[in-house]
């Protein structure tokens, strides 16, 4: 149960009556936050292509992955005890770099990604559901779930962040659940000498597959925006952060190990997004097969809800240090966020008008990039937040390595998602010039009324 303080500042008797008080958020909750954003469609979709590289020694990627996830979160759990805020990451880059155009554009490019990013899960949410209730993956059932489950994550988010978090533990309980429960079955009934190290490809193969299995971690910044939401920051963000990627690396290695353990590598790759599915299959007949899709279901729902979340905070703060125009801080009818608005409306002409499968990696590296920017403003801010300097040059080290290996061995074959991602770094600059040139103009104007 969340905490429940008085909010600071309110004066008995005041005009409009004091404010109620305000809830906050559990450390489990906003971790759960960060692995409902996490544990999204990645783990479904992402076995048969890491399956392709690494062979059997998938979980060990994954054990990787996550290790450089965690020096990631050294770096973001240190920021965020130092300068707690609705910000979240991008705090964290305008405390190293000031409030000037580098992080204006990365605020807008971060606003956009996680639109591209959100809508990309909501289709995956669609795909399932069109599967599972009209029997085939209808083009228009997909859109049509799509738009729904974006509606209704948005609603949720207009009542509250309690309601986010209450939703997002109910929906990470049912997925770890079941994740938990298949990972069990598999390892229980598994072959081992599916798993034999002499079967492993070389290790370049294996840290190839990093850059494929780190994308399963890449939610765990949304973490970052729970510090508005926090009654004490300093010490429950890092904590959140800490269990959020705990949680989802034992998961993930421990799936690794059961599909790989039941399958041979060639039926992963062939299984495709469907491998939990068919290696739940053997053990659990078809309804391994259903008890898979519902997770899915939950799976891509939670990621969507985490993915606009968030958008109202992020909105006001950036509004506040004038980096978005005021209108990005209004509130409609005393509760929908304007930031949040826009945000949903993106998702929804993006889910329902454009084919997303061919730019999926745009998320990937936009966020490799901004890891890699937020732990480089970090060290201009280290003596602030005591981080130490060896473990912040090896996040930035290690995210570079996994960002040339991505764009090397995935984005190079991928025209559509290079051209969206120059597209949508220009469409930030000038957003950012844009805005800065008429608040600008604006300010000259009342300068030379009085």
């Not at 990005?328 to 998702?347: H, V």
Request: net charge neutral; hydrophobic share 55%; proline share 4%.
């Amino acid at each position: 149960m969340a905490d429940q303080v008085g909010t600071p500042g309110d004066a008995p008797g005041a005009a409009d009556g004091p404010s109620p008080p305000q809830k906050y958020l559990s450390v489990r909750q906003a971790a759960f936050i960060g692995v409902g954003a996490m544990v999204g469609a990645g783990i479904f979709a992402l076995l048969g292509a890491a399956g392709e590289v690494a062979g059997a020694a998938v979980w060990v990627s994954f054990l990787i992955a996550g290790a450089i996830a965690g020096l990631q979160g050294y770096s973001f759990a240190k920021l965020g005890a130092r300068y707690p805020s609705a910000g979240g990451l991008l705090e964290y880059v305008a405390e190293g770099f000031g409030d000037g155009h580098f992080t204006g554009i990365t605020a807008w490019l971060t606003y956009a990604a996680n639109a591209i990013v959100t809508a990309m899960v909501a289709v995956s949410f669609g795909s399932y559901a069109s599967s599972m209730l009209t029997g085939e993956e209808s083009a228009v059932w997909i859109k049509v779930f799509a738009a729904a489950i974006i509606i209704v994550m948005t609603a949720v988010n207009v009542v509250g962040s309690q309601l986010v978090a209450n939703a997002q533990t109910v929906i990470v309980y049912i997925v770890l659940g079941i994740l938990t429960l298949f990972a069990v079955v598999t390892l229980a009934n598994m072959n081992p000498s599916l798993l034999a190290f002499s079967g492993y490809p070389p290790l370049r193969d294996i840290v190839s597959a990093v850059a494929l299995t780190f994308f399963a971690f890449l939610g765990f910044g949304i973490i970052t925006f729970t510090a508005k939401d926090l009654r004490k920051p300093a010490r429950q963000l890092p904590r959140a952060m800490y269990l959020a990627l705990s949680i989802a690396t034992v998961i993930y290695v421990a799936i690794a190990l059961g599909v790989f353990g039941t399958l041979t590598v060639e039926k992963v790759i062939a299984s495709g997004g469907t491998a939990l599915a068919v290696a739940a299959e053997p053990a659990l007949g078809m309804a391994g097969y259903w008890l898979m899709s519902v997770t899915a279901l939950f799976a891509t729902a939670g990621a969507t809800n985490a993915g606009l979340y968030p958008a109202p905070g992020l909105s006001e703060r950036l509004a506040e240090t004038g980096q978005f125009p005021p209108l990005m801080a209004r509130k409609f009818g005393g509760r929908l966020s304007a930031g949040l608005l826009f945000e949903a409306l993106a998702c929804l002409v993006l889910a329902v008008l454009f084919k997303l499968d061919a730019i999926a990696s745009i998320g990937s590296a936009v966020a490799l990039v901004i890891f890699t920017l937020i732990t480089a403003a970090h060290l201009r801010v280290r003596s602030e937040t005591g981080a130490k300097t060896w473990l912040l040059v090896l996040a930035i080290a290690a995210a570079a390595v996994v960002l040339i290996t991505f764009v090397f061995t995935t984005l190079i074959h991928e025209p559509a998602s290079i051209i969206t991602l120059l597209g949508v770094l220009v469409l930030s600059i000038a957003l950012d010039f844009g805005w800065k040139l008429t608040r600008g103009r604006r300010a000259d104007h009342v300068h030379a009324d009085h």
